[in-house]
């Protein structure tokens, strides 16, 4: 059965850090690309960051937005996906989801599994 556990969600302040996992079971991250998607209310869900087969990240969000701020990264003996995200900011706070998708290009959509979601708020 394949699962995707988002965590590590929470309120926060401007200017602090948090990272996020996602735990995974019923397949390896390694066979599959991997990401991070937020979602506002109201707004689609959006993707952030992806992680390929071979361990390279691909940008899916604005890049003034989340490149220097939003790092993806995987744990292969783990199987389990990470999202850091520094200097936060308020406009951060959304539910994050962890997603995968088959193929080895990782475009934003190609995903079609994601998991329930983590929520993050950041207060100024």
């Known amino acids: 059965q394949v699962q995707m556990v988002e965590s590590g969600g929470g309120s926060a302040q401007a200017g602090g850090s948090l990272t996020l996992s996602c735990i995974v079971s019923?397949?390896?991250?390694?066979?599959?690309?991997m990401g991070w998607f937020r979602q506002v209310p109201g707004k689609e869900r959006e993707g952030v960051v992806g992680?390929?087969?071979?361990?390279?990240?691909?940008?899916?969000a604005a890049s003034d937005f989340v490149k220097g701020r939003f790092t993806i990264s995987r744990d292969t003996a783990k199987n389990t996906v990470y999202l850091k995200i520094d200097s936060l900011k308020p406009e951060d706070t959304a539910m994050y989801y962890c997603?995968?998708?088959?193929?080895?290009?990782?475009?934003?959509?190609?995903?079609?599994?994601w998991g329930q979601g983590t929520q993050v708020t950041v207060s100024s």
């Open positions: 997603a995968t998708a088959d193929g080895f290009f990782c475009r934003e959509g190609d995903f079609r599994d």
């Open positions: 019923g397949f390896l991250i390694r066979d599959k690309c």
């Open positions: 992680i390929s087969r071979g361990g390279g990240s691909k940008y899916y």
